[in-house]
């Protein structure tokens, strides 16, 4: 299906770039930038009217909230495992690779992708590859820097990889699927707890960085455009 290699593709592309571009770390946190910014866009002005119509619909809108509010803990919870590595942050004292932090990257993407499978949810998949590939970065270059055989850095990305695609599986093919609309407020949760952490974290000296804000800017445009351009969600 054409989502899943959308997804798989999207790791790696960002494998792919290690590779071919020496991309330093602040250029990372830039494409970064531009990803929370499209992140926040998507959600802000497409999946969030959606859910909420749905949930009008149904008469529901005050759980839709909650499973909101649950996602932004779930991504609480997730990046304590994580260490933050899908919003940047790769603290690692040790020179081995903790497997905590691969699990918490693993779930994160796991859980992304189950919306993914409801109907018309372009946004949602867009939004996945466009992150992605900055997060896909920064973890090959964490594995490649800390772990010796390239076959194990090389299957831990693969894994990674499918973890999108095996949570769209879930959400197309198993009952879950009749809980379309609370999971893609849950998810819509996720993501307003990354892309304000990316956005929005302090700088140093808290000075106005004109490079992030004008990554900032293009996301949001490309955002507004791919409103416009894709589909309309339906969940």
């Known amino acids: 299906m054409m989502e899943i290699l959308v ?15 020496r991309i330093p770390s602040q250029n990372i ?28 619909a149904t008469h529901t809108t005050h759980q839709i909230g909650m499973w909101i509010l649950a996602g932004v803990l779930v991504q609480y ?27 918490g990257l693993f779930l994160h993407s796991f859980i992304e992708g189950i919306p993914v499978a409801n109907e018309g949810s372009h946004h949602f998949l867009w939004a996945i590859f466009v992150h992605n590939i900055p997060v896909s970065i920064i973890l090959f270059q964490a594995l490649r820097s800390r772990l010796e055989r390239k076959s194990m850095v090389y299957g831990l990305i693969v894994l990674f990889a499918i973890a999108a695609p095996l949570g769209f599986v879930l959400g197309k093919y ?22 304000t952490v990316i956005l929005f974290e302090a700088t140093a000296g808290h000075r106005f960085n004109l490079q ?6 293009l996301g949001f445009a490309l955002a507004w455009a791919s409103v416009i351009l894709l589909p309309h969600h339906h969940v």
């Open 7 to 21: 997804l798989i593709s999207s790791v790696f592309l960002g494998v792919a770039l290690s590779h071919l571009i």
């Open 29 to 56: 946190k830039l494409l970064l930038a531009f990803s929370g910014a499209f992140f926040l866009g998507i959600t802000v002005l497409e999946i969030l009217p959606h859910v909420f119509l749905q949930s009008i």
């Open 77 to 103: 919870i997730l990046e304590t495992i994580s260490k933050g590595i899908e919003h940047g942050h790769v603290h690692l004292e040790q020179s081995t690779f903790p497997k905590g932090i691969f699990i």
């Open 174 to 195: 198993t009952l879950i699927s009749e809980y379309a609309n609370p999971i893609s407020a849950l998810v819509c949760g996720i993501f307003l707890h990354i892309s």
């Open 212 to 217: 992030k804000f004008t990554m900032m800017i």
